[in-house]
């Protein structure tokens, strides 16, 4: 895929680019309201799930309870949850931070809208709130990281990554 910039197309990605930073802005404000942020980031939280479960059924982890029907949980809360019967040292780590593929999602989407020469309106809006809830659940919560931070695969790996990094010219 060949990419030309041109001067009308650069005004439409700042333009997508400052719109999503701005319902990214209003989605964590709308953190203080249990029902406000579950109504507004609820197709993230779909997907944030849906990724769980998914690289669970692929990494044999045996998905056993999905739900994104939010709920309080001490003096927070919960937007949705996938439990599973087989998290094991090989699994954990990808399991627990599978929601970091919506980042590459939420960018072939944002390409793929600059391909077809987006004109500004409803329908960018409503692609524009879906990449913001897209890069708002790629972020693991707190039980994901303690999931992944469980094993020694995730580890090895980034360290793996680390000295991949250090070593290239």
């Known amino acids: 895929m060949t990419w030309r910039w041109s001067g009308e197309l650069n005004q439409v990605a700042l333009a997508?680019?400052?719109?999503?930073?701005?319902?990214?802005?209003?989605?964590n404000k709308a953190r203080r309201s249990f029902w406000l942020v579950s109504l507004l980031a609820f197709p993230g939280t779909l997907c944030h799930e849906v990724c769980h479960w998914l690289?669970?059924?692929?990494?044999?982890?045996?998905?056993?309870?999905?739900?994104?029907?939010?709920?309080?949980?001490?003096?927070?809360?919960?937007?949705?949850?996938?439990?599973?019967?087989?998290?094991?040292?090989?699994?954990r780590l990808f399991i627990g931070l599978a929601p970091l593929l919506l980042l590459p999602l939420a960018w072939v989407l944002f390409l793929w809208r600059l391909g077809g020469h987006p004109r500004l309106g409803w329908p960018e809006a409503g692609m524009v709130f879906l990449l913001a809830n897209l890069v708002f659940a790629a972020t693991p919560s707190w039980q994901d990281l303690r999931i992944a931070a469980r094993t020694p695969v995730?580890?090895?790996l980034l360290a793996g990554a680390i000295l991949w990094v250090w070593q290239r010219p």
């Open 55 to 91: 690289v669970g059924i692929l990494m044999g982890g045996q998905p056993v309870h999905f739900t994104v029907w939010p709920r309080r949980e001490g003096r927070g809360f919960v937007l949705g949850s996938v439990g599973f019967a087989n998290l094991r040292w090989y699994n």
């Open 154 to 156: 995730g580890w090895l």
């Open 16 to 27: 997508y680019l400052v719109a999503t930073a701005g319902v990214l802005w209003a989605l």
